[in-house]
């Protein structure tokens, strides 16, 4: 009597059940131990100016960079335009007018965009504006203009 060795017939075959577990449990880390930060990824030059710095808790962020492009809070505004300026402030800051906003411009911003901004948040009814300067440094010395920054 011949005994038949079924060992032949098998086809091998890879598991993969193992490997997505582990794929599973590595997103699963590294998920967990991202840090989540609300700084800006762009890169500002702000003007300087003396005075203590003031950071006022929930405030709208509007960012304008060198290039005259807006950011209100991590929203980019896609045209240039007042009006789309002001539409997206009004997305993002919703029916709160009391609410205090942080102008951050690149000290190499044309001035143009700037009262752009200040011109947007005037009419929309913000009344608490403020704008980012970086602290002075201690040996540029002042130029003799008298004048302070304003807050």
Do not use: C, W
């Amino acid at each position: 009597m011949r005994i038949q060795d079924h060992r032949a017939f098998d086809e091998p075959e890879i598991n993969l059940v193992p490997l997505i577990d582990v794929i599973l449990v590595l997103i699963i880390f590294f998920v967990v131990t991202t840090t989540f930060d609300s700084r800006s990824v762009m890169k500002l030059q702000l003007p300087q100016a003396s005075g203590e710095p003031a950071e006022p808790d929930q405030a709208l962020s509007v960012l304008v960079n060198a290039d005259g492009r807006y950011f209100v809070d991590d929203r980019e505004v896609i045209r240039d335009d007042l009006d789309s300026l002001k539409t997206t402030v009004a997305e993002v800051a919703g029916d709160d007018r009391d609410r205090p906003v942080l102008l951050r411009a690149d000290a190499r911003t044309p001035h143009q965009a700037v009262v752009t901004a200040y011109d947007a948040l005037g009419q929309l009814g913000f009344k608490r504006v403020m704008i980012a300067t970086a602290p002075q440094q201690s040996g540029a010395a002042a130029s003799g203009d008298g004048g302070g920054a304003a807050r």
